[in-house]
């Protein structure tokens, strides 16, 4: 393939340039890949995807490009300056690289600090988006604007520093008493009522998911010291509901706020955020465990995925059994306020073991079979611990070991049966 012209970088064509917007509108060609690279880092964009639909490709000025020979057809593109009026600092893919290393130092700096038990420390943090998102569209590919921006930034930070990086829908309410609307009782005459007296507040994350989209876990309590921005409620409220004079109280009302927010949890307060919420079945570990074993299968290469799924295994440890299971995620169980809501399944006992296996962690398996908890292991189990026994080139002898942690019923003959898997 023929270059049209070697690297170059964008000459600022009027005062205040910073970028190059280039927008292909729908043509039938083969080719014309575009290069773009700064500071080592590169990417590679190939807009020819679709005769009957446009694309657009935008780079900073300090980002050298390089665009290459359209083979056939022919492509229709408009080319647009970025221009910044404004008086302020120039934007540049160097100014971007500097914050993201700057975000980076920040939020390592909170997970060592966490690490290190440091009084104080949140365990996880909430930072509110610019836009509020359906349950339908929130994952990372539907973001907008600056949120799409933000997310890359923290999904990439955040796996470099120990962190998890989910999106959730956060609400809060706050009940309270108010004046009574002396119009007409179901058409107020004002649209909100100012609370006198504030009598209960909480907040949530109603549904927590990963970025494509799937379902992690619902009903989180979160406190408001724990969202990045400051008063992040003083604002008119997204909805009311109002109660009016009844006689014996007077009129009370509940305002309703409503965030989408990116959540930040380091990978050890992994356990301490979600344990809890997986033995109550409203975390869907399953799903999570699930995609993350598949994606280290895939690239066993792909270190924050292992590191996520080592942390992960960690947690499934840790999670108390419940008492009584339920038999399927059909199965039903009662809110204080009476509504019915699915389980989510319990995590599977021989999940650790297999996660183990995949990151050829000898410490993890260990840790694995001290911590075993449950007295209803079933036979995947033992597999597991024979084709662990098998990898890490444990003699037989090491069947006493491992016998002696996990529950009285089990013993030496079974390990003996599958170490020859």
């Known amino acids: 393939m023929n ?53 657009y ?38 100014m971007l690289t500097r914050e993201k290393r700057m975000l980076k130092g920040i939020i390592s700096s909170w997970t060592r600090g966490i690490e290190k038990g440091a009084y104080g420390t949140p365990d996880f943090l909430a930072y509110k988006l610019d836009h509020e998102y359906t349950n339908a569209s929130l994952k990372f590919q539907s973001l907008k604007g600056l949120d799409k921006i933000k ?58 998911i990963e970025l494509d989209g799937s379902l992690l876990a619902r009903e989180i309590p979160i406190n408001e010291a724990d969202i990045v921005q400051e008063h992040p409620f003083e604002r008119d409220p997204d909805k009311e509901n109002f109660g009016g004079y009844t006689g014996n109280e007077g009129a009370s009302a509940t305002h309703f706020y409503h965030d989408t927010v990116a959540v930040l949890v380091p990978f050890k307060s992994l356990a301490w955020f979600l344990s809890n919420h997986v033995q109550q079945g409203i975390v869907d570990i399953n799903s999570w465990y699930k995609r993350l074993s598949k994606k280290v299968q895939e690239n066993p290469n792909d270190e924050a995925s292992s590191k996520e799924l080592y942390h992960l295994a960690l947690l499934i440890n840790q999670t108390p059994s419940r008492p009584e299971p339920p038999q399927s995620i059909q199965a039903q169980r009662r809110n204080y306020y009476g509504r019915r809501k699915d389980y989510f399944p319990a995590p599977e006992g021989h999940w650790p073991i297999e996660a183990s296996i995949l990151l050829k962690d000898q410490v993890l398996f260990q840790v694995a079979i001290e911590s075993t908890k449950s007295s209803c292991l079933s036979a995947l189990f033992f597999q597991y611990i024979g084709k662990a026994m098998c990898l890490f080139d444990l003699p037989t002898t090491h069947a006493q070991y491992v016998s002696s942690y996990l529950p009285q019923y089990t013993s030496v003959p079974v390990f003996q049966k599958v170490d020859g898997i």
């Open 151 to 208: 997310a890359e930034c923290l999904r990439e930070v955040c796996a470099k520093a120990n962190a998890c990086f989910f999106l959730a829908s956060m609400e809060c309410k706050v009940e309270g008493s108010c004046e009574e609307d002396y119009g007409h009782r179901y058409y107020p005459t004002q649209k909100m009522h100012t609370l006198e007296e504030i009598v209960g507040q909480s907040t949530e994350l109603k549904r927590i």
């Open 57 to 94: 490709i935008a780079w900073y000025a300090d980002v050298t490009h390089e665009v290459m020979a359209v083979t056939s057809g022919r492509r229709l593109v408009l080319t647009y300056n970025l221009i910044d009026l404004s008086q302020g600092l120039q934007r540049s893919a160097a």
């Open 3 to 55: 270059r049209i012209f070697s690297y170059i970088l964008s000459t600022e064509k009027a005062p205040g340039m910073f970028g190059t917007l280039v927008i292909c509108l729908p043509s039938e060609y083969q080719g014309g890949v575009v290069v773009a690279s700064h500071r080592g880092e590169s990417k590679t964009f190939d807009p020819a995807f679709s005769a009957f639909d446009h694309a």
